[in-house]
């Protein structure tokens, strides 16, 4: 059930990939309406199926993961070394280490 469960959430996410591509679709303005809330829809129905069959802890931990706000401070993370001094502007002056 853990597996089925994590393909829920991952299909969930992967339908998200619909309500952009949508407007470019060649149908009318109602059926381009109804395409996008029909994705909607069946994506958080998907991702709360999936997070009854994982379990809360699973659920949140992938949301988490998957979150765009994650991995920008993760990168922002990686970005800040010991390597150098970072000024106000954003550059970095590299400095060398005395033994």
Partial sequence: M??????????????????????????????????????????????WIGALLVGKEAASKLKKYWDLKHWRIKRRLSDQTNDGEQFQDGSREMTTMKK
């Fill in 2 to 47: 853990h597996h089925i469960g994590v393909g829920f959430i991952i299909a969930s996410f992967v339908v998200w990939v619909i309500p952009p591509i949508a407007p470019f679709l060649p149908f009318s303005t109602a059926a381009k309406a109804s395409i996008v809330a029909v994705a909607i829809v069946a994506a958080e129905i998907m991702f």
